[in-house]
């Protein structure tokens, strides 16, 4: 009964579903990077040079 049951599943949906929702994360992320400021995205990129450490969303 379990072997019919699987059997009958159509997973060609679940593709379309997978590529729906990497497109919407996809976009949220490049929209919140073109959302931050010019000082915010300098804070972030100078992390890997500092030696202290800090939280860049501070803004000190």
Request: cysteine-free.
């Amino acid at each position: 009964m379990i072997r019919d049951l699987v059997s009958s599943l159509d997973y060609s949906n679940l593709a379309n579903a997978a590529l729906i929702l990497f497109t919407a994360t996809f976009g949220m992320v490049l929209y919140g990077t073109f959302r931050l400021s010019r000082s915010a995205s300098e804070r972030f990129a100078s992390i890997p040079l500092s030696d202290e450490v800090k939280d860049p969303r501070d803004g000190k």
